[in-house]
């Protein structure tokens, strides 16, 4: 059974995003209106998921940090549901809380109560995957697309929907043009926003790709790939691509040995005029530390 316990309104951000509906209800229950704008601790096995959630990955290692915080702290922020029977709610928004709290054996959660009809809880899910910190480009962009087309909004109403500006708005949505390739480079974080809002000005798929291939293979910046972009768009693809000075034999003829020596792939380059610049990746601190003890 649900437990109320009527506390102060916390944790109310997507109200502020979101019009309030007060007209819908969300079940025909004649004691809604007593736990509706409530923060109540609900028995977990009462609620059940949002079949509008647009995040469908949960990475694991992050939950469990997530539920060793709540072990420790409990639930900071309530989840937000909707009831929906008598002994029955629907998870809006705090998936992830949701899933840590049973995680760790935990029987309740403590839960803001609010009316949504189906179009409101896809809309407050999506709203709420927007605004989470670490999504990706195309993930951000997929949910724009699904507001537009699902809740009929233009980009002006998401804009402000969203708190972004409208030119914000847009670029993500115009990297849903890239081809499906490169989108899931982007996805994997192989490739930046940047060299995707580079990759839009090209027209054709096949240079796109060729392009993003180069990216990959050359390590480009965004601003080389920018200009790798003019250069095609202005006929001298070939040019750009021969700006990348070949190595002296002497220095090709060392790689080998500096690879072996520092255990990583050393990246070399040589100006025109003989000057040049070495590069040492290196994968966590422990390498890094390993590769100043070798430069000693």
Known sequence: MAKATKKQALGRGLSALLKETAEVNSAADE??????????????????????????????????????SIKELGVIQPI?????AEDKFQLVSGERRFRASKLIGNKTVPA??????????????LVENIQRKNLDPIEVALSYQRLIDEIKLTQEQLSVRVGKKRSTVTNYLRLLKLDPIIQTGMRDAFISMGHGRALINVESPSDQLKIYEKILRDKLSVRQTEDLVRALKTGNMAKAQSKKKTLPTSIANSMQDLNTFFDAKINVTVGNNGKGKISIPFKSIEDFNRIKELLK
Not at 115 to 125: C, F, G, K
């Open 31 to 68: 004691n809604a209106d007593k736990v509706v704008g409530s923060i109540i601790e609900i028995d977990l096995e009462l609620i059940e998921v949002n079949p509008f959630q647009p995040r469908t990955y949960f990475d694991e290692e992050a939950l469990q940090e997530l539920a060793n």
């Open 112 to 125: 803001y109560i609010r009316i949504a009809n189906d179009q409101e809880m896809l809309e407050m899910a």
């Open 80 to 84: 937000t549901v909707r009831k929906l």
